[in-house]
C-alpha cells in the first residue's frame, strides 16, 4: 500500500490538477459513505439550504480534497523562493506580535483549505513550528507523509504522548499547531454549540492555553479562486478566560464562522457529531 501512495504522489507530483481531480472523484466513487456524510453533516449544520445546494458543496469539498493533494505532492519542489507562487500571509502581525509577548503561540487549526501546507509554508516562509498528529494506520504511509511534513523544518507531535512537548515548545517561545475540529469522546471533551447541533470538543487546547499564557491564534490556509494560490490567514489572539468550556465554545464559534464563509473548503465527510450528549440517538443511523 505504500509503494502506491508513493506512486500516487509521484504521478501528481509530475501531472496538471485535473489528475488531483480524477484521483478525488476516484474516492467519491469508491467510498461513497464519505459523501452520504458530508450529505448528512451539511443537513445538520444548513437547514434552510436544497439538497442540490448541498450536493454542490459537497462537489466542492472533493475539489478541495484534489488541491490539497496535488499540493502535497508538490513539497519537496517548494523552497523559500518559490514559495510565495503557492500561498501568502495574511494577518502575519499577529503572529510577530504574539512572538514577541515571549509565551509561545497555539495555532488553532482545522481540516480546512490546506492545513498540509499552511504548515509547511510557514515554517520557510518565517520560522519552523510544531505540529500536532495522529500517525496513520499503515506504517509505510505515515512514514511518507511524516518525511514530506518535515521537509520545510517542522517538528512533529504524536498525539497521544505530546503534552510535555507542547508545553517544551511554548515554554520556548514556539508556535504548536492543533487541528481542533475533529469529533472526540465524552471522557476527553465537552458539548459546544456548532452549527446549531451539540458537538463533543477536545478542552485539552483550552487548558494548555490558560495554564501556559500562550497566545492562541485561529489560523488556515483558505483558497483564493481569484489569486490561484492560497491565503495563509492569521486572526487576532483569542482571550482566554480560563474556563476550559467556555474557552473552547469561543474558539469553535470563530471557526464556524470561517467555516460559513467558505463552506466548500471545510472537511464534512468527518462524521463530526458522533458523539451525542446522553440518551441521545445517532445523527448516522442511514450513513
Not at 462537489?59 to 488541491?67: G, K, P, T, Y
Not at 487541528?179 to 454549540?193: H, K, M, R
Not at 470563530?254 to 458522533?274: A, M, Y
Request: proline share 5%; glycine share 6%; with cysteine.
Amino acid at each position: 500500500m505504500d509503494r502506491i501512495a508513493a506512486l500516487l504522489l509521484w504521478s501528481l507530483a509530475h501531472a496538471p490538477l485535473g489528475l488531483a481531480r480524477f484521483y478525488a472523484a476516484l474516492l467519491d466513487l469508491a467510498v461513497p459513505r464519505l459523501r452520504r456524510t458530508a450529505m448528512r453533516n451539511l443537513e445538520l449544520a444548513f437547514p434552510e439550504k436544497s439538497t442540490a445546494e448541498r450536493r454542490a458543496i459537497t462537489d466542492e469539498v472533493f475539489r478541495s480534497i484534489a488541491r490539497l493533494i496535488w499540493v502535497f505532492a508538490r513539497f519537496p519542489q517548494m523552497n523559500r523562493e518559490n514559495i510565495q507562487e503557492w500561498i501568502r500571509y495574511e494577518g502575519l502581525e499577529h503572529y510577530l506580535d504574539a512572538k514577541k509577548a515571549g509565551r509561545g503561540i497555539l495555532f488553532a487549526t482545522a481540516h480546512f483549505g490546506n492545513w498540509e501546507l499552511s504548515a509547511f509554508a510557514h515554517a520557510l516562509m518565517t520560522e519552523p513550528m510544531h505540529i500536532m498528529i495522529r500517525p496513520l494506520d499503515n506504517p509505510g504511509i505515515d512514514r511518507l507523509v511524516e518525511d514530506r511534513r518535515r521537509l520545510s523544518g517542522n517538528h512533529l507531535i504524536v498525539k497521544w504522548d505530546g503534552v510535555r512537548a507542547v508545553l517544551r515548545a511554548l515554554h520556548q517561545n514556539e508556535a504548536v499547531g492543533v487541528l481542533i475540529d475533529q469529533n472526540t469522546s465524552l471522557q476527553e471533551g465537552v458539548f459546544v454549540d456548532f452549527f446549531g447541533t451539540p458537538a463533543c470538543a477536545n478542552t485539552a487546547f483550552a487548558k494548555i492555553a490558560a495554564r501556559t499564557g500562550a497566545a492562541v491564534i485561529l489560523g488556515y490556509a483558505v483558497w483564493s479562486d481569484s489569486e490561484g494560490k492560497y491565503i495563509l490567514k492569521f486572526h487576532p489572539p483569542l482571550a482566554i478566560s480560563g474556563d476550559a468550556a467556555e474557552d473552547t465554545q469561543r474558539i469553535h464559534s470563530l471557526l464556524e464562522r470561517v467555516i460559513r464563509e467558505h463552506p466548500g473548503q471545510w472537511l464534512w465527510i468527518h462524521r463530526r457529531w458522533k458523539t451525542r450528549p446522553q440518551g441521545q440517538p445517532s445523527l448516522y443511523e442511514n450513513t
